[in-house]
């Protein structure tokens, strides 16, 4: 059974094939002008896509190591009592569905009317 490329499960499914994401990705060397020498436009090519692919990757790396390890996304609210507690989340439109000790903050924004975006 050969594998199909455009039927994949998982997250793949959810982000589209191989195939597709390669054909969306830009041609890191479509802003390269070519001379005709062969040695000056492989140059050419070399540091478009260092520049253009290489460094972007880099910096996408960067990004998301530091999403991955920052710890200063969360916040904790304490209260005197669990009473205090309960009433707080019954105060809150929505907040009962979202859970009663750790909820999670975007969902908790939207239920509120708030946008973070």
Do not use: H
Not at 23 to 38: F, I, K, M, Q, R
């Amino acid at each position: 059974m050969p594998f199909d490329f455009g039927k994949t499960k998982g997250s793949a499914a959810r982000k589209g094939s191989f195939l597709s994401q390669a054909a969306a990705a830009p041609d890191p060397l479509a802003s390269v002008e070519y001379t005709g020498n062969v040695a000056e436009d492989s140059a050419r090519e070399l540091t478009a896509l260092k520049d253009q692919g290489f460094d972007q990757r880099r910096r996408n790396e960067a990004k998301r190591f530091k999403q991955a390890t920052d710890s200063e996304f969360w916040f904790a609210v304490c209260f005197e009592s669990r009473e205090q507690k309960e009433a707080f989340l019954a105060a809150l439109p929505n907040a009962r569905r979202l859970g009663d000790k750790y909820i999670d903050g975007k969902a908790l924004a939207t239920s509120m009317g708030i946008s973070l975006d």
